[in-house]
Structures are given as structure tokens and as C-alpha cells.
């Protein structure tokens, strides 16, 4: 049963301490099956490491057990290991129909979300924009952070919609004693 939205033999890492490397990450998924290739995404302009990476394996059983690390320890961070989704040739950052079609997890993207922002909730009432943007910034650029009246939910709008499944990633990771929920934004009804 293949999924035509996923690439078949690789998955993203995300949630990557910025020091870790192509050969540290080789080293840790070559336990778990023979790899092909190793990409560290970086900022193209900058060089700059966005704590994301993509493992390509020679076969699906080392895919189905680095599945298994999701949640694990590299370099003292605990890194979200997903299925990578295919994408469809072409970078056009303003084509949100191209956009809505790239995107994953288990809340299905639709015409009913924003495809580049999301919605933080469960944060502690002492947070503040720069600690969200501190939390998720190797998930991507960040053009806005809005923290809701409440104090107890943000919005987070990512320069690229491909971010959006980084921050998708950070869904229950600690953030000031708290587990944070993170899901994609809806758009409000017309």
C-alpha cells in the first residue's frame, strides 16, 4: 500500500540541535537501516541550519524502523521523525493550491487552513513572542508571532509553507513547563 504523498524511502527529522551534522545523523539511522543520502536543510541565503534534515534509505524496512526513533534523543534534543511528503517540482511560496497539496499530518490540510501559519496552544500566561519564536525558529523563518488575549494560544505565520510541518513537529514538546499543543491554523469563515 503505497501513499502517493510520501516519498517512499524517506523521512524528515525535525527539532534538530543546530550542531548536528549530515555524519552524526548518518551514524545514528545507519543503525536502523542501509541509507542512500543525508540532507541537512539549510537556509539558502545564510547557510544557516534550520534544525531539520531528510534520510533517504536504500530499502522500506530501514524507513518503517526510523519511524521508531521519533521521540529520541540527538545531542540532547528530542527530534520528530515523520514520513516525508513528496513534493511537486516547483517552489512557489505565493501558490497556496501547490501549498495546501504538499502539506501533512493528521489533521488534513484543506482549503480551510492557512498554509503558512499555525496555532500554538497550552502556553504558559509568562510567554511571550520571542520565547515562541526562540521555540520554533529552527522550524523555519517566522514573519509574525500573535499571542491571542487569552495568553494561553499564538499564531505563528512562517515565510515558507513548508515550515509549517516542522512546527507540526513541535506538537507536545515542553515549552516553560508546559506541553504545547500545535496544529494548523484555520482560516475564518467567510
Known sequence: NEDPDFDPLSIYIGNLDH???????????HEVGEIDKVTVLKNKVTGEH????????KDLRGLKRALDLDGCFIAGKNIRVKR?????GTEDTNNNKRARKELSDDEEASSAHDPSS??????????NKYD???????????????ILKTNKAAYIQFKDHWSVEGALCMDGTML???????????????
Open 19 to 29: 550542531s548536528v551534522t549530515s555524519l552524526d545523523l548518518a551514524s545514528t539511522f
Open 84 to 88: 516525508k511528503r513528496k513534493t511537486t
Open 118 to 127: 499555525v496555532f500554538v496552544g497550552n502556553i504558559d500566561m509568562g510567554i
Open 132 to 146: 515562541l519564536e526562540d521555540h520554533f525558529k529552527s522550524t523555519g523563518d517566522i514573519v509574525r508571532v500573535s
Open 50 to 57: 534550520k534544525g531539520a534534515a531528510y534520510v533517504q534509505f
Open 176 to 190: 516553560r513547563d508546559k506541553v504545547i499543543r500545535v496544529k494548523r491554523k484555520k482560516l475564518k469563515s467567510q
